[in-house]
């Protein structure tokens, strides 16, 4: 049912740290644009980050800028998203989603992107 698989989610306390990983079983992610994606409880999903095929572009949202990088581990097809100085509001569910070839990554254009995972949890809480 679900291309991709996130996974890496889980508790943290304020000001803590967490690395999410995105895996792809049935094609190589160094094909396809990634990205980050998160949604709270009664709110709308929202972009986190995004790279571009070949990492020609990487782009973050403002909140969390500075604090979350995204990056590739080509030898073991995984994209991370490595948090940071990690807040209540960080609170949510997070997905990975992707785009063949793509060159170009929108945070906004959540239709854009053809493959979704699952989803995982995180909750940062004292």
């Known amino acids: 049912q679900w291309q991709l698989a996130e996974s890496g989610g889980g508790l943290a306390q304020p000001g803590g740290s967490l690395r999410l990983s995105c895996e792809a079983s049935?094609?190589?992610?160094?094909?396809?644009?990634v990205g980050w994606f998160r949604q709270a409880p009664g709110k709308e999903r929202e972009g986190v980050s995004c790279?571009?095929?070949?990492?020609?572009?990487?782009v973050y949202s403002d909140s969390v800028k500075g604090r979350f990088t995204i990056a590739r581990d080509v030898a073991k097809n995984l994209v991370y998203l490595e948090m940071n100085s990690l807040q209540p509001a960080d609170t949510a569910v997070y997905y990975c989603?992707?785009?063949?070839?793509?060159?170009?990554?929108?945070?906004?254009?959540?239709?854009?992107?053809?493959?979704w995972g699952q989803g995982t949890q995180v909750t940062v809480s004292s």
């Open positions: 790279l571009t095929y070949r990492q020609g572009r990487i």
């Open positions: 989603a992707a785009r063949h070839t793509s060159r170009s990554c929108n945070l906004l254009g959540i239709t854009e992107w053809n493959f």
């Open positions: 049935e094609f190589n992610l160094t094909d396809y644009a």
